[in-house]
C-alpha cells in the first residue's frame, strides 16, 4: 500500500489528544457547550455518543466494501440514527430524570459532525480492529473535553462537583456560568488555554532542537 | 385572535428570546465556520430558513398522519389487515430520527436541484454551504420540538411552520450579528492564543449575554395578549 495507514494503536493515541475532537478539531461542539452546567449530564452524554461511536465505527468498517461512494453520508446517517434510537430508548426506560434533563441533545447526536467525521476518515477506510480502537480514543478524547468544561461550569456556578459540594454554600456563586452566556465563555478560554499550552510546547521544543544543534 | 397571539409569542419565543444558537447551541458548526464575511453569512441564514420551512412542513406532514402515537395511517393499514385489532394501537414513534433525517436529507436535495434549475446565480453565491446544510442541527432540532408538540396534541401546522420560520430568522439574526463583529475583529490586535475560535466563543458568550436579555420581552408580550 502506497498510502501509510496509522496502526489501531495509534489511532486510539491521535483521538485522545492530538486530535481532539472538541479542541483540535472543534467537532460536536453543540452538546460541549449544551449539556457541560453540571458533571452528571456531561458523563451521560459521554456514555451515549461512545455507544453510538463505537457501534457505527464498527457497523460502517465491517460494511464499508459495500459503500457506494455518492450513497455513503446517508448510509452513515442512518445507521447513526439506529444506533441514537437505542441509546435514547435505554435511557428512556431505565434513566427517566437524566433523558428529560438532556432533552432533545440525545437525538442530536445524529447529526454530531465528530461520528460523521470518524466515519468518513477512519472506519469506511480501515477494518474493525483500527475502527473500534479510533472510536475509543476518540470517545476518551471527547470525555475529556466534556469534562473540562463540565468541571470548570459546576465548580465556578454551582460550587459542586458530580453533585458533591465543594465551595461552602454561603459562598457566592457565579450564577452566569451554568447559564448558557457561560458555556461559551468558558469553552472559548478553554481553547485559548489549550492554544496556548500548545504553543509554549512547540516552542519549548524548538528551543531544545537549537540548543542540541 | 387567540391562535394570532399564540403565533407571536412562539414567533417571539423562537427568533428572539430563545434564540436556537445563543440559547439551545444548535446550529454552531456553520454559525463559526460560515460567519467571517457578512454577505455569505446571510445567505447561509436565508438558506437555513428556508430549509428549515420545508423540512418542518414535511416532517409535521409525518409526524401527524405516521408518526405520533395513534396516528391515523398507519392505524387504517393495521386494522384492515387485522379486524380484529383495537383501534389506535399502532405506535411507530421509535421511527421518528430515522424518518426525520431521511426528510432532512432528502428535503435538502429537493432545495438544492430546485434552486439550481430556476435560480443559477443563487445558487453559485450558495456553493457548498446547501449540502452541508444536511447536517445542521438546527434543523434536527426544529423537528423534534414540533414532535414533541404534535405529540401531546397542542400545536398544529401553523404553530409549527411558525416555530421553524422564525427559528430561522433567529439563526441568521445571530449568524449576521456574528459576522459583523468579526469582520471588525480583524482590525483588533488579539492576543495569538485567543485567535480564531476561541475568541469567536467569548465573543458568542457576549451576543449570548445581551440576548439573554430579550426574555423581558417574552414576559411583557404574554402579559399585554393574555391580561
Not at chain 1, 462537583?161 to 447559564?179: A, C, D, H, K, N
Not at chain 1, 489549550?194 to 544543534?213: F, I, N
Not at chain 2, 391515523?72 to 405506535?91: C, F, I, K, M, R
Not at chain 2, 426525520?100 to 438544492?112: D, K, N, P, R, T
Request: aromatic content about 10%.
Amino acid at each position: 500500500m502506497a498510502v501509510h495507514e496509522p496502526t489501531p494503536l495509534e489511532r486510539f493515541l491521535n483521538g485522545i489528544l492530538p486530535e481532539n475532537p472538541v479542541y483540535r478539531q472543534l467537532l460536536g461542539l453543540c452538546p460541549t457547550l449544551a449539556v457541560t452546567a453540571a458533571m452528571k449530564p456531561a458523563m451521560t452524554m459521554v456514555g451515549a455518543t461512545a455507544f453510538v461511536l463505537i457501534c457505527a465505527n464498527l457497523i460502517t468498517s465491517l460494511i464499508r466494501h459495500l459503500l457506494k461512494p455518492h450513497l455513503r453520508i446517508l448510509v452513515f446517517t442512518l445507521t447513526i440514527a439506529t444506533f441514537v434510537t437505542i441509546a435514547d430508548r435505554t435511557l428512556a426506560a431505565f434513566a427517566y430524570p437524566m433523558s428529560k434533563l438532556l432533552g432533545p441533545y440525545v437525538p442530536l447526536i445524529i447529526v454530531n459532525c465528530m461520528i460523521i467525521s470518524r466515519c468518513e476518515v477512519c472506519s469506511s477506510k480501515q477494518g474493525p480492529k483500527a475502527a473500534l480502537a479510533d472510536a475509543i480514543g476518540v470517545s476518551l478524547g471527547f470525555l475529556l473535553a466534556l469534562a473540562s468544561v463540565a468541571t470548570v461550569r459546576e465548580i465556578l456556578g454551582n460550587g459542586s462537583w458530580f453533585g458533591i459540594q465543594l465551595v461552602p454554600e454561603s459562598f457566592p456563586t457565579l450564577i452566569l456560568m451554568i447559564l448558557p452566556p457561560g458555556a461559551f465563555l468558558a469553552l472559548g478560554s478553554l481553547l485559548g488555554l489549550a492554544t496556548w499550552l500548545g504553543q509554549r510546547r512547540k516552542a519549548r521544543v524548538s528551543e531544545s532542537e537549537a540548543g542540541s544543534a | 385572535m387567540e391562535l394570532f397571539a399564540d403565533l407571536l409569542l412562539i414567533a417571539i419565543g423562537a427568533a428572539l428570546v430563545n434564540n436556537f444558537v445563543l440559547t439551545y447551541f444548535v446550529g454552531l458548526c456553520p454559525f463559526l465556520g460560515v460567519s467571517r464575511r457578512l454577505d455569505t453569512a446571510f445567505g447561509m441564514g436565508c438558506a437555513v430558513t428556508f430549509v428549515i420551512s420545508v423540512a418542518a412542513l414535511l416532517s409535521w406532514t409525518m409526524t401527524e398522519f405516521v408518526l405520533r402515537p395513534g396516528a391515523p395511517l398507519p392505524n387504517w393499514v393495521w386494522s384492515s389487515l387485522n379486524p380484529a385489532a383495537e383501534a389506535g394501537q399502532v405506535d411507530l414513534s421509535v421511527l421518528s430520527y430515522i424518518v426525520y433525517i431521511f426528510v432532512i436529507a432528502s428535503s435538502v436535495q429537493l432545495v438544492e436541484m430546485y434552486v439550481r434549475k430556476f435560480f443559477p446565480p443563487l445558487y453559485k453565491s450558495f456553493g457548498v454551504f446547501l449540502p452541508l446544510i444536511t447536517t445542521n442541527c438546527a434543523i434536527l432540532f426544529a423537528c423534534l420540538e414540533i414532535m414533541k408538540h404534535v405529540v401531546a396534541r397542542d400545536w398544529g401546522l401553523a404553530e409549527s411552520l411558525t416555530l421553524a420560520i422564525f427559528g430561522g430568522v433567529g439563526f441568521t439574526i445571530a449568524i449576521v450579528l456574528m459576522a459583523g463583529i468579526r469582520e471588525e475583529l480583524e482590525l483588533c490586535e488579539v492576543p495569538e492564543s485567543l485567535r480564531g475560535a476561541a475568541i469567536t466563543m467569548i465573543v458568542a458568550g457576549i451576543l449570548a449575554l445581551a440576548f439573554m436579555g430579550f426574555s423581558g420581552i417574552g414576559a411583557n408580550v404574554e402579559k399585554l395578549l393574555n391580561p
